[in-house]
């Protein structure tokens, strides 16, 4: 089998990692220049375990190609960014609908083609199909279409890539036939056929109910801090039930998955996703909360503040929700210092120095450096010894520092 993939980004490269190691002949495409030179150069652009060595041999069997034009093939999948439109919520088609486009010379009579983006319910139905309708083909007799959304965790994408069950929805059963044979190539979870819209609702649907039960748990922090109780030792307590799971409270919520796909379900029923929205609102007033506190623990002074990525131990910090903290403190006349050891970052600095003569240490990220500090170099070099963790990562420190996190902010009130 031939399959030509289009956007070589943290899905796409992996994907076509395995399909050539199931000895299909790949095509991996994209619009940067400089990647595609690279990759055919076996130099990788994405930190993931596994990948480098598998492209690096299909390079040699001659398995692997990076272009930036598509190439006739059996399959073609479409693995490009879906961001969200800011004014409206709703889903920004554009790179889908161009890659689309870009196959379109390509395409011959039993092709199938797969978008894995993730895209608002009814995308395929109404966006995509037309494309290739209005190239002549007719969906489920030329060409089969499908919509099979990535359901994979950064630093384990290979390996969720293979094991992962994946849902298959095709336009027509037809179509969600023949793209499971695609999958069939590599996945070793279950292949689960179903519609596209089931699909992209699904998908989009596994996000939200991630973003709604942070939501509610931000929420039980707040109410907490008001009146009173440990909003920690509650969740510990209530999750010693078997039916519970509450989450974890933060700063807020980021990346390109959570803090985006609830967006795409508002937009096409903003009358009834109520709740939906209400956790987007709420996780996106986590930054203002943390703000409100750090200003009743200084109210001027210099701030250290640990962490930025979105979550803990990676580089990626898309969304991140520091930033909205970081920006707000500023405005606020806060000196801030900034240190993140896995963002390279010219205006961020080292420990030490972040720390040296700071009023407040400010946790936004679960990095594991920052789950064990340096307590000494705290006493020694902050001028205030007070941390504010708002990850819950510090579980005990010396008693001459001052830690608050979400257990103990009423202190404050
Ligand atoms: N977060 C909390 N409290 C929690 C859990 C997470 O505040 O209890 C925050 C994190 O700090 C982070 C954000 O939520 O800012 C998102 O982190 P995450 O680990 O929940 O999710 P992602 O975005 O890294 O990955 C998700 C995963 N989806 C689900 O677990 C349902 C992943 O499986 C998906 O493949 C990915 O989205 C995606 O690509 O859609």
Redesign the pocket.
């Known amino acids: 089998m031939k399959v030509c993939i289009i956007g070589q980004g943290y899905i796409g490269l992996p994907t076509a990692a395995l399909f050539s190691r199931s000895n299909c002949e790949v095509v991996g495409v994209d619009i940067s220049e400089e990647m595609i030179n690279n990759l055919n150069k076996g130099i990788i652009h994405i930190e993931e375990p596994g990948i480098s060595d598998i492209i690096k041999k299909a390079l040699n069997n001659k398995l692997y190609t990076a272009s930036l034009t598509p190439q006739k093939a059996d399959a073609f999948i479409i693995t490009v960014p879906t961001p969200y439109i800011v004014e409206n919520y709703s889903c920004d088609l554009s790179y889908v609908i161009v890659a689309c486009e870009s196959i379109l010379p390509y395409l011959e009579k039993g092709n199938t083609i797969i978008i894995e983006s ?1 895209i608002a319910p009814m995308s395929t139905d109404e966006t995509i199909k037309p494309i290739f309708e209005k190239a002549g083909f007719s969906i489920g007799k030329d060409l089969y279409l499908a919509h099979c959304p ?5 630093g384990r994408i290979i390996e969720e890539l293979i094991h992962n069950d994946r849902i298959i929805g095709g336009v027509t059963p037809e179509c969600a036939k023949k793209a499971s044979e695609v999958y069939g190539q590599f996945v070793e979870g279950d292949l689960i056929l179903t519609e596209a819209k089931t699909a992209e609702l699904s ?1 989009c649907m ?2 939200t ?2 973003d709604v039960n ?1 939501a509610l ?1 931000n929420e039980l922090t707040k109410i907490c801090a008001e009146i009173g109780v440990n909003a920690l030792d509650v969740i510990e307590m209530a999750n010693k039930h078997p039916r519970v799971n509450l ?4 700063p ?7 803090a985006i ?1 609830p967006y795409f379900i508002y937009a096409k029923a903003p009358e009834t996703a109520k709740i939906i929205k209400l956790a987007r609102d709420t996780n996106n007033s986590m930054p203002d909360f943390v703000c409100e506190y750090v200003s009743k623990i200084i109210s001027k002074g210099k701030i250290a503040v640990l962490g930025v990525s ?2 803990g131990n990676t580089d990626d910090d898309r969304e991140s ?1 520091a930033y909205a903290v970081i920006s707000k403190l500023m405005q606020n006349n806060y000196e801030i210092n900034i240190h993140d050891p896995h963002i390279k970052n010219d205006n961020f600095v080292s420990l030490d120095e972040a720390i040296k003569d700071a009023d407040l240490t400010l946790i936004l990220c679960d990095h594991d450096e920052f789950k064990e500090l340096d307590y000494d170099l705290i006493l020694k070099n902050m001028k205030k010894a007070v941390i504010f963790d708002t990850k819950n990562i510090i579980k005990e420190v010396p008693k001459e520092i001052k830690l608050y996190n979400y257990g103990n902010l009423y202190e404050l009130n």
């Not at 990535?150 to 950064?154: A, D, G, K, N, S």
């Not at 989450?247 to 933060?250: E, F, I, L, N, R």
């Open positions: 993730t990535e359901r994979v965790l950064p998908k596994e996000n109910f991630r942070i748990a989450h974890s409270p933060g807020g919520v980021g990346g390109h998955c959570l796909d979105y979550k929700p």
